[in-house]
């Protein structure tokens, strides 16, 4: 498994004042995914000028707000079978899930932190 990616994300029902405050540290938004396959959401995607990223990830259905690893690796059933191996579990409410451009899974360490492990699917 090859990381292609590392950057933190920040899950929020309130995406717009988050995405506020990374303007003001100079981020700006690269992209937008918007999906309401099994969970609604839309993924921001920012990137300040030295090279640093943090997606904005709103998702109206969270009642709190939640920061997260976000992972993009090359081989997304080897990772998630790394950390599964490592004593991961999926998050509640977030069930691995497939989007016309990854496959994604939020992750929770034994100690509670989360990660997002994701691998872009290419189209051909």
Known sequence: MKITTFNPSVLTNDAESTIELFKSLGFEQTHNKAENVDVEFSAHRMKNEGGFHVDVVEVPALQQTYTAIRINVDNYEEAYDFFMSKGFREARGFAP???????????????????????????N
């Open 97 to 123: 899930s497939t989007t016309a451009s990854s496959k994604y899974a939020y992750l929770v360490s034994p100690s509670g932190f989360i990660i997002d492990v994701c691998q872009h699917v290419r189209k």
